[in-house]
C-alpha cells in the first residue's frame, strides 16, 4: 500500500474496515462525546499496534471485543509531546494476536478543526445553536480518532444523541428516530438517531450536522435541508437536483449506489461552495442566488459520487483525480441539460475555469503546489489547495478527448468507473489504465505525460476554446476599457437579458486586463470607471454571490472606497473561503484596506470556520507558517484603528447579528 504522508496511521500493518460510532453532541461543551469501535482487519498478523490519527482530542479509554482494557499513547510526529499544527497525533494502541476490535473512548474539544461550534446569533433561526463539521482534506482526525488517508476505506454505522429540539444529518443514511425522553443531565431531553453508510468510505467524507433543521423532498430519493427560514429558498434553488442526478447515471454508466441524494444548505460561514459528503452534500447558503444560476455547485457534488467518493485519490498528492474529473464531469453535466450546442457552454464555463487557473499559477503558490501531481510532504493540504486540480486536471482529460474523440473518451470514462469503484488510485494508475485501453490508438503516442503531471505552471497545450458564447462578454469588457482607458463614450449595451456566466465572463475579462494579482494591481479600472459600471448594471446589489465577488475585486483594486460597506458586508455575512480569501487578500494589498483588513478579520474570526480563519489569517500574515504549532501563536494584537473601518465593522456587526436574511435582502 502508498505511504501517504499526510497521516501517522498504520494500515499497512492493522487496518480499520467498519466504524460503529455513538456520539452525543453537547451544546453546552461545544463537544463530541463519543465511542468510536473499529473492527480490524490484521493485515501483518504480527503487528502489536493499531495507530490512529487524531488531532485535538481527548483519548479517555481503550477496550478490546471483550471489554479488556488496552494501553495506549498519543505521539507526536516530532517526537516531542507538541502536537503538529496539522497531523495532530498518532494514537497508538496496543493489540494482542486476538484483537479483533478496539473501542476508544473520546472527547473532541474546542480547538478541533473540523467542527465549528455556532451560537444561536449566527444562524438564521436565531434561537438554537447549530454545529458542522467538514472534514476534507484531513480534518476527521479532529472529529474522531480514524485513519484519516484516503487510501483506507471503511463502513460505518453511527448512533447519535441530540437535545430533543435539533436534528441530525450525517454522510449516511438514516436509520432510526426515537422518540424525545427526559435525560437525567441538566441538558434536558434529548433524541437518539441512527444511521448507516454501507458503501465504504474514506475518512474525509465523515460528516455531521446538528441544528433545527427541516427537509422538503425534490424527488422520491432527493431532498434539501435546511433551518426552516430558509427550507423554501432552497427547494427552488436546488430544485434540478434529481434532473442533474439522473444525467449523471447516464453519464457514468453506473447507477448512483448511495440510495440518497440530500443536500444540507448550511449556514452562512461554510467555508466551501458544496462538499460531496455521500448522501447528503453540503452547500453553502451563498448559492441562494435565486435564480438557479449558481446550481451547478450541485451538479459537480453530484458528480463526486463517482469521481472521488467511488473512486477515490490514492492520496492527496493525486487530488486531481478527483477535482479535475469531476469538474470534467460536471460540465458534461450541465452542458447537455442547458444548451443544445454541448460544447459551447462547456467552454463558456471552462474559460472562467481557465482564468481561475491563471490567477492560481500567477499568485504566490509554493511551485510544488503548482503541479498537477503535488508533492505534499508533510505540508498542509489545506495550504496546497487551489485551481490546479480542478483546471489543470480538467484540461488534462480534455486534452486526451480531443486526440480519442469526444464518443471514444466518455465510453473510457464509463469503463474507468467501473474498474476503479470502490477502490483508490495515483496518477500513474491513471495513465497505465488510460494508455493500455487506448493502446492501439496513434494519436496518444507522443503524449507528454511528464510535463502534464510534474511540471509546475500553466499546461502545456493552449486550450482550442470555443468561445461563441462568450464574445459578446469579451466585445463588452473591450468597450469598458477604452472607456477608463481612453475616455471612450459609456455603452448602452443592455445586460439585463445575459445569463449570470456571461456576466462573470464580462467581470473576468476585466478583471485578466487589469491585472488584479500583482500587488498592487498593475492596471486597476479608474475609480469613475467602477461608479459608471455599477450606476449601468447595478453589480453591487447583485443576489448572485459570483457577481458581487468580481465587482468587489475590481472596485477594490480600484481603490473606490465607496465599495468598502459592500465588501466588509459580504466577507461577514458569509465565509465561502473562494470568496472571502481573495477578497481579504486584495483589500490587504490595497491602499485604503489594509488596516481595515486585518481589523475586520480579528472582529470576526468567530464567525469564520476554523479552517477558513486559518487559511485567512496565513494570508494576512496574522500567523506563522502553518508548520508551526499554534495558528493564532504570532497573531498581531494591536494594530491602529483607521477612523474608517469603524463604522464600516460596524455596519457589518449589525449585518452579522442579523444572520443570512439580511444578507440576502441588501444583496438584491
Ligand atoms: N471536495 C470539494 C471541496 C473541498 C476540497 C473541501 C478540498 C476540502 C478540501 C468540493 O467538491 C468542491 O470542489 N467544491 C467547490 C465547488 C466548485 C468547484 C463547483 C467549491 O467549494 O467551490
Ligand atoms: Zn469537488
Known amino acids: 500500500m502508498l505511504r501517504d504522508a499526510s497521516s501517522l496511521a498504520n494500515p499497512q500493518e492493522t487496518r480499520v474496515t467498519h466504524l460503529d460510532w455513538k456520539v452525543t453532541v453537547d451544546f453546552t461543551a461545544s463537544a463530541l ?27 479517555l479509554t481503550v477496550v478490546d471485543q471483550n471489554d479488556d482494557s488496552l494501553s495506549f499513547a498519543l505521539e507526536s510526529p516530532g517526537g516531542d509531546s507538541v502536537a503538529h499544527s496539522h497531523l495532530g497525533q498518532r494514537l497508538v494502541i496496543r493489540i494482542a494476536p486476538a484483537t479483533t476490535s478496539v473501542a476508544i473512548d473520546y472527547r473532541t474539544t474546542p480547538a478541533s478543526s473540523a467542527c465549528q461550534w455556532l451560537p444561536p446569533a449566527q444562524t438564521s433561526g436565531g434561537v438554537f ?61 434529548s433524541k437518539i438517531y441512527t444511521f448507516e453508510q454501507t458503501v465504504p468510505i474514506s475518512a474525509y467524507l465523515l460528516a455531521l450536522a446538528v441544528g433545527q433543521l427541516e ?32 444525467m449523471a447515471e447516464d453519464l457514468a454508466g453506473t447507477p448512483y449506489v448511495w440510495g440518497r441524494y440530500d ?120 495550504e496546497a489547495y487551489s485551481s490546479i486540480a480542478y483546471e489543470k486536471g480538467f484540461h488534462l482529460l480534455r486534452a486526451l478527448e480531443r486526440r480519442v474523440g469526444t464518443s471514444a473518451f466518455e465510453a473510457f470514462f464509463q469503463s474507468y468507473v467501473q474498474k476503479y469503484a470502490y477502490q483508490t488510485l495515483t496518477s ?62 459609456l455603452p448602452t449595451t443592455s445586460i439585463a437579458d445575459w445569463t449570470s456566466l456571461q456576466t462573470t465572463c464580462f467581470l473576468d475579462a476585466l478583471l485578466l486586463q487589469t491585472n488584479h494579482n500583482s500587488v498592487p494591481p498593475k492596471d486597476p479600472l479608474k475609480v469613475s470607471t467602477i461608479r459608471a459600471l455599477q450606476k449601468a448594471y447595478r453589480l453591487a446589489d447583485s443576489r448572485n454571490s459570483e457577481i458581487l465577488f468580481r465587482f468587489c475585486m475590481l472596485a477594490v483594486a480600484a481603490e473606490d472606497e465607496t465599495i468598502l460597506p459592500t ?6 455575512t458569509q465565509g465561502r473561503m473562494k470568496f472571502t480569501r481573495p477578497l ?64 464600516a465593522v460596524g455596519g457589518a456587526a449589525v449585518a452579522v447579528g442579523m444572520g443570512i436574511t439580511i444578507a440576502r435582502h441588501r444583496r438584491r
Open 428 to 489: 500513474d494508475d491513471f495513465r497505465d489504465f488510460f494508455t493500455t485501453y487506448f493502446e492501439d490508438n496513434e494519436a496518444i503516442r507522443d503524449f507528454d505525460w511528464e510535463t502534464w503531471f510534474y511540471e509546475p505552471g500553466m499546461p502545456p497545450e493552449d486550450p482550442p476554446f470555443d468561445r461563441t458564447l462568450a464574445e459578446h462578454s469579451a466585445q463588452l469588457a473591450q468597450v469598458w476599457l477604452a472607456v477608463d482607458r481612453h475616455g471612450r463614450m
Open 215 to 246: 427537509k422538503r423532498d425534490l424527488s422520491p430519493r432527493c431532498a434539501v435541508w435546511s433551518e426552516p427560514s430558509v427550507v423554501e429558498a432552497a427547494a427552488y434553488e436546488f430544485a434540478q437536483t434529481e434532473e442533474f442526478l439522473t
Open 584 to 647: 481579504y487578500r486584495t483589500l490587504f494589498a490595497s491602499v485604503m484596506g489594509r488596516d481595515l483588513a486585518v481589523q475586520v478579520f480579528l472582529g470576526h474570526k468567530e464567525f469564520y470556520h476554523p479552517i477558513c480563519a486559518k487559511m485567512v489569517a496565513s494570508d494576512l500574515l496574522l500567523s506563522s507558517s502553518s508548520s508551526n504549532s499554534g495558528v493564532w501563536a504570532t497573531m498581531r494584537n494591536t494594530i491602529s484603528l483607521g477612523k474608517s473601518w469603524m463604522w
Open 33 to 59: 462525546i463519543g465511542r468510536a469501535t473499529y473492527t480490524l482487519d490484521r493485515v501483518d498478523p504480527d503487528a502489536t499496534t493499531l495507530c490512529l490519527d487524531t488531532s485535538r482530542l481527548e483519548i
Open 263 to 382: 443536500l444540507l444548505c448550511l449556514c452562512a460561514s461554510s467555508p466551501y461552495g458544496g462538499m460531496e459528503n455521500p448522501c447528503i452534500t453540503f452547500v453553502t447558503p451563498t448559492l441562494l442566488a435565486g435564480d438557479r444560476s449558481l446550481a451547478d455547485v450541485v451538479a459537480h457534488e453530484i458528480a463526486h459520487s463517482w469521481t472521488g467518493n467511488l473512486v477515490t485519490n490514492a492520496t492527496w498528492d493525486h487530488f486531481w483525480l478527483n477535482e479535475g474529473w469531476t469538474t470534467w464531469f460536471q460540465r458534461k453535466i450541465m452542458s447537455r441539460i442547458h444548451h443544445d450546442d454541448h460544447e459551447q457552454l462547456l467552454d463558456l464555463d471552462a474559460i472562467g475555469g481557465y482564468q481561475a487557473l491563471q490567477d492560481a499559477c500567477s499568485r504566490e503558490m509554493p511551485l510544488a503546489y503548482q503541479k498537477l501531481v503535488l508533492d505534499i510532504g508533510d505540508g498542509d493540504p489545506d
Open 129 to 189: 445553536p447549530y454545529l458542522y463539521t467538514q472534514a476534507q482534506a484531513i480534518h476527521a482526525r479532529s472529529l474522531i480518532p480514524c485513519q484519516d488517508m484516503p487510501g483506507v476505506k471503511f463502513t460505518y454505522g453511527a448512533t447519535v444523541t441530540v437535545p430533543a429540539w435539533a436534528t441530525p444529518v450525517m454522510s449516511a443514511i438514516l436509520k432510526t428516530t426515537s422518540r424525545a425522553h427526559p435525560d437525567d443531565s441538566q441538558h434536558g431531553s
Open 567 to 572: 465588501v466588509v458586508r459580504f466577507i461577514t
